[in-house]
């Protein structure tokens, strides 16, 4: 049996796993020259090792017949990113398929392709082919069904997701359907696996009623073994005991299946609870739990439907569920990215403009910073994010044209403004034109030997060091400022001193193979950051959502509060408000001020109006989404 401990464990863990060991009465001996550390480890017979998976450090436990050669981590410890058209399954932003669970019009088709699209899906999902309980149930339109997601498709530019249930009609599917889905039946259908498999095309792989995860994923395997390395992974409930819901959401299947492999997971609330008020709560918790997104059934007359009814969402409710996932997902990493498939098509067509045919964005410090992270997460990854040594470069070079936007903190939750970032789009003729928001998480960074109490020195940058104060106050370290915190992580690794340590996010780490000690040091774990992408034009139509603005108004009595009256008396939503004196003019002030509209559409056009006959100067700073 082989023991396959984490990349990069440290010293001290890898330690505690020998003592465990030990403790248990295994023998063990470290295998050398893995792509991972592994022990071998051979108990007395009957001994029961399935408890090893649970030591700290340990990824899996590789039993003599367990091969996972293509889906686990081991030969392939990146994420895999499944590309459908625009939308990228595995990235850091969400991706969403919604639909109804049969296509039973195109009316149906189109009505409901429509709102779900209004609302963020990115893949448009429907049965043709129905794998029914009763051989006396709807099954499915069959190819007349697979010619409305084609036209789907034409209409709404949304690829289409569809289950296939026999390999005889597999190619015919591809004429029509972007993703085939293997539904939960048919997970063990091997000859369907071996058929899906030597297409090659983007595959949806659901978890069988009563499948175990390392089943599902020999599932996998049968369609990587093929040559086809597009799976993504679907958790859709199980079978139990429980008999209230239609099957039991097996959220932890998430965490597991991260661990063992690099292939992306859905979760599909709708099968797994079967009831339509359990569906939103259950996505919730899947993308908390770290899924890379959803599919939702969803139906404009539920009552009508041919299947699944009971289940599928209003898509007024579908709209409200994205809303929550918008603000859930940056807790985790990650973006419910609204203007997706928008702004994938302006990041595509943008390419060929620019010389090396690729999108520029710029941001200020180095690779591994939040702001690094947030020009991936804003963009997607088919663009080129080069770093910039300072704000003032990223502008410049934004400005004279060799770049086509940048991207700058403008705010923190804790800290408040960025001023010079708001002085920056003062001096330049550039304007925001998108935001992207992300949490703001530390790690103890060190080299992979090193021990937390063999730390005598620690580098970041100082508003890091001031935020993380907390869990440094305890220790008597050395603290030396940096001027980004990836820098810090470049120079701790550069230096190669096992007793100093750098305070930075986990891609900085990653990036420089560095190790993380401890995640999550911040103080205030409510850490946000709101960077502006800086540029002449955004990178899609309007109307906007949120306009920003700064204006003067003069020392004069009730000015400020006129202005605000304004907006209230039209209905304007204010969300940020801050004063900042002015330069040279002692006890003057301008007021950075956001709203909820898009002041700059003609429908808004008085309100811009009677704006500038109140305030001394104003600057509208963007018009964005
Ligand atoms: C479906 O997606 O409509 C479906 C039948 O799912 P499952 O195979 O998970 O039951
Ligand atoms: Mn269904």
Redesign the pocket.
């Known amino acids: 049996m082989i023991l396959v401990l984490e990349n990069g464990i440290g010293a001290e863990q890898k330690a505690h796993v020998c003592r465990l060991l030990k403790r248990d009465g295994w023998s063990f001996a470290e295998v050398q020259g893995g792509t991972s550390p592994m022990f071998e480890v051979a108990g007395k017979p009957g001994q029961d090792h399935t408890r090893l998976r649970e030591l700290p450090g340990v990824v899996r436990v590789i039993a003599p017949a367990d091969p996972l050669k293509l889906a686990g981590r081991e030969s392939h410890p990146q994420d895999t990113v499944v590309r459908v058209g625009d939308v990228m399954v595995g990235g850091d932003r969400l991706v969403v398929i919604a639909g109804p669970?049969?296509i039973e019009s195109r009316e149906q088709a189109l009505t409901i392709a429509e709102e779900v699209k209004r609302f963020g899906a990115v893949l448009f999902?429907g049965?043709a082919y129905?794998?029914r309980s009763s051989p006396y149930a709807f099954q499915g339109m069959g190819e007349e069904g697979l010619k409305i997601l084609a036209e789907v498709r034409e209409k709404t530019g949304l690829r289409t997701v569809s289950?296939v249930v026999s390999p005889d009609k597999a190619e015919l599917m591809l004429q029509y359907v972007d993703v085939l889905?293997i539904?939960?039946?048919?997970m063990q259908n091997f000859e369907l696996l071996k058929c899906v498999g030597k297409l090659g095309k983007p595959v949806l792989l659901?978890r069988g009623?009563s499948a175990t995860i390392e089943e599902w994923l020999m599932s996998a395997e049968y369609i990587l073994a093929e040559g086809n390395p597009n799976v993504i992974l679907?958790e859709?409930g199980i079978r139990t005991f429980e008999p209230y819901t239609r099957n039991t959401l097996d959220l932890s299947a998430i965490p597991v299946v991260k661990r063992l492999t690099h292939l992306p997971i859905l979760v599909?609330p709708s099968?797994a609870t079967g009831i339509r008020e359990k569906v939103a709560p259950m996505a919730r918790a899947a993308v908390a739990a770290g899924a890379d997104g959803l599919?939702i059934?969803v139906h404009d007359e539920p009552e009508k439907a041919l299947?699944?009814g009971a289940q599928s969402l209003l898509p007024e409710q579908f709209g409200q569920l994205m809303r929550d996932l918008y603000v859930i997902a940056p807790v985790v990493g990650k973006q419910m990215d609204l203007g997706y498939l928008d702004k994938a098509e302006s990041v595509r067509r943008s390419r060929p403009g620019q010389a090396d045919g690729m999108l520029r964005v710029v941001f200020p410090g180095e690779s591994g910073t939040f702001s690094h992270k947030a020009c991936t997460q804003y963009f997607g990854n088919e663009m080129i994010a080069v770093p910039m040594a300072s704000s003032r470069e990223v502008f410049g070079v934004v400005a004279a044209g060799d770049a086509r936007f940048g991207l700058v903190p403008m705010e923190n939750s804790l800290s408040g403004s960025v001023h010079e970032n708001y002085d920056l789009l003062l001096e330049y003729e550039l304007r925001i034109v998108g935001e992207v928001m992300l949490r703001i998480q530390y790690c103890l960074i060190a080299h992979p030997d090193t021990r937390i109490d063999q730390i005598t020195r620690v580098y970041s940058h100082p508003d890091v060091l001031r935020q993380c104060r907390q869990f440094l106050a305890v220790q008597r370290w050395e603290q030396v400022s940096t001027t980004d915190e990836a820098a810090a992580v470049r120079m701790l690794k550069e230096r190669g001193d096992a007793t100093e340590a750098a305070i930075a996010g986990r891609d900085a780490a990653e990036i420089c193979g560095m190790h993380v000690i401890e995640e999550g040091i911040e103080t205030n774990p409510r850490n946000y950051t709101r960077f502006g992408v800086i540029g002449f034009r955004p990178l899609t139509a309007g109307p906007y959502r949120k306009t920003s603005l700064i204006y003067e108004t003069g020392n004069r009595p009730g000015a400020l509060y006129k202005t605000l009256g304004m907006f209230a008396d039209k209905g304007v939503n204010l969300v940020k408000l801050e004063s900042r004196p002015l330069h040279g003019k002692p006890w003057e002030y301008m007021f950075y001020v956001d709203v909820e509209a898009d002041l700059e559409s003609a429908a808004n056009r008085s309100v811009l109006d009677a704006l500038r006959e109140m305030t001394d100067s104003l600057r509208v700073l963007g018009c964005y989404s």
């Open positions: 669970c049969s999902r049965g129905k794998p289950e889905q539904g939960a039946r048919n659901k009623l679907c859709r599909d099968h599919t059934e299947s699944d």
